[in-house]
Antibody
Framework: EVQLLESGGDLVQPGGSLRLSCAAS????????VNWVRQAPGKGLEWVST????????YYADSVKGRFTISRDNPKNTLYLQMNSLRAEDTAVYYC?????????????????WGQGTLVTVSS | DIQMTQSPSSLSASVGDRVTITCRAS??????LNWYQQKPGKAPKLLIY???SLQSGVPSRFSGSGSGSDFTLTISSLQPEDFATYYC??????????FGQGTRLEIK
């Protein structure tokens, strides 16, 4: 059974940093691209970042480019999101979600499995 | 960015009703359109990919159609567990994918 389990969400002050983790199980982690998708309270879904299965290709939404860094540790089956220079508008539940392909930039991709999410609150 | 617009934003329906939700893209996206269901406090769940392909394990009362810029999600006979929020998502401009704003389906 595919499982994705996020952790690391917390209350952080504006300008602060936080690292999220997503532990994967039930599939060959290194064979699939994975993503972070967020949802602000009471709002819709927003794609944040994608990393390829090998970890050599990454993509970011304009809203987080230059502040967030996605990475993965394939031997540990874990995905990360390093979040720096946090803003109030980054407050959201952050989900990790996998693609059914190893390539993150492939047209036609979709999120076939999601974690349960972890809440990040940016407030003073 | 490709904008995705869903209609209606919310609707009320009864168990057994046939329901259709529409999603329109700001440009043509071929059939690169996916649908998700989200229940309160839960993660989204994939229902339909590539406009009309049913994800494994999803009941057959869910169906999707459309191509180009106009798409629909249809639930043929609403069940109590179907009351949720539904999102469309375009994957034409991957990696920069975008979602619709969501359609909240409530019990009448």
């Amino acid at each position: 059974e595919v499982q994705l389990l996020e952790s690391g969400g917390d209350l952080v002050q504006p300008g602060g940093s936080l690292r999220l983790s997503c532990a994967a199980s039930g599939f060959t982690f290194s064979s699939y691209a994975v993503n972070w998708v967020r949802q602000a309270p009471g709002k819709g879904l927003e794609w944040v970042s994608t990393i390829s299965g090998s970890g050599d290709t990454t993509y970011y939404a304009d809203s987080v480019k230059g502040r967030f860094t996605i990475s993965r540790d394939n031997p540990k089956n874990t995905l990360y999101l390093q979040m720096n220079s946090l803003r109030a508008e980054d407050t959201a539940v952050y989900y990790c979600a996998k693609y059914p392909t190893t390539v993150g930039g492939k047209t036609g991709n979709y999120f076939d499995y999601w974690g349960q999410g972890t809440l990040v609150t940016v407030s003073s | 960015d490709i904008q995705m617009t869903q209609s209606p934003s919310s609707l009320s329906a009864s168990v057994g009703d046939r329901v259709t939700i529409t999603c329109r893209a700001s440009q043509t996206i071929s059939s690169y359109l996916n649908w998700y269901q989200q229940k309160p406090g839960k993660a989204p769940k994939l229902l339909i990919y590539a406009a009309s392909s049913l994800q494994s394990g999803v009941p057959s009362r869910f169906s999707g159609s459309g191509s180009g810029s106009d798409f629909t999600l249809t639930i043929s006979s609403l069940q109590p567990e179907d009351f949720a929020t539904y999102y469309c998502q375009q994957s034409y401009s991957t990696p920069s994918i975008t979602f619709g704003q969501g359609t909240r389906l409530e019990i009448k």
